[in-house]
């Protein structure tokens, strides 16, 4: 019930496509739901978030859509460019045992042609 | 990587030593993590930190130990090394459970357990 399901694997776009990385959860329990954008060789750095009760958040190229009810959500990156890729991970935070704690998706290895 | 530092980068170990992993930070952050990140597996939550000398387990704490006696070090240590310990390790830092409570990232320690 704590896993967080991230599809796909891996996405090859070509330069200004629109890239979708979708992650599905259980827990309601779960009440912040960051993205994170990792390089090779480098630790995984936040790229956006949202709150569980708003549907939408969007900073420049990059947009998290919230599903509450079916209980998902997604990144899109618009004109997608070849710096852009890298490996995306989606993540949920859970308050438990005094802290809070973060379920990471397994990662989408994005590549953007140019 | 926001002023976290990990030591050492890389090291390659044999089956069955002890190895210690060291995560440094001058954020005075309350919360340390450490993750192991493995192909398909994402991001796993090894142990954490709430405070100095509290500390507490995560989902694969199996065969790990850690210690916190200063704010800002958070030791990782691989009681008796195995192959499957073959990955690599970030450490993460945040703040306030109050506020976003984003997670910052080390830049990571790859180990090879021979």
């Known amino acids: 019930q704590q896993q967080v399901k991230q599809s796909p694997q891996s996405l090859i776009v070509q330069k200004g496509g629109i890239s979708i990385i979708n992650c599905a959860y259980e827990?309601?329990?779960?009440?912040?739901f960051p993205w994170y954008q990792q390089f090779p060789g480098k630790g995984p750095a936040l790229l956006i978030a949202i709150r569980p009760d708003v549907s939408e958040k969007k900073e420049g190229r990059f947009t998290i859509s919230f599903n509450k009810s079916a209980k998902q959500f997604s990144l899109h990156i618009m004109d997608s460019q070849p710096g852009d890729s890298a490996t995306y991970f989606c993540a949920a935070r859970l308050y438990t045992s005094g802290t809070y704690k973060y379920i990471f998706g397994t990662g989408t290895r994005l590549k953007v042609l140019a | 990587d926001a002023g976290i530092t990990q030591s050492p980068r890389h090291k390659v170990t044999e089956t069955g030593t002890p190895v210690t992993l060291r995560c440094h930070q001058t954020e005075n952050h309350r919360y340390m993590y450490w993750y192991r990140q493995d192909p398909g597996h994402g991001l796993r939550l090894i142990h954490y930190?709430?405070?100095?000398?509290?500390?507490d387990k995560g989902e694969v704490s199996d065969g790990y130990s850690v210690s916190r006696s200063k704010t800002e070090d958070f030791l990782l240590t691989l009681e008796s090394a195995t192959s499957s310990q073959t990955s690599v390790y970030f450490c993460?830092?945040?703040?306030?459970?109050?506020?976003?409570?984003?997670?910052?990232f080390g830049p990571g320690t790859r180990l090879t357990v021979l």
């Open positions: 827990n309601t329990a779960f009440d912040y």
């Open positions: 993460a830092i945040s703040e306030s459970v109050l506020a976003v409570n984003e997670q910052f």
């Open positions: 930190s709430y405070g100095v000398k509290d500390t």
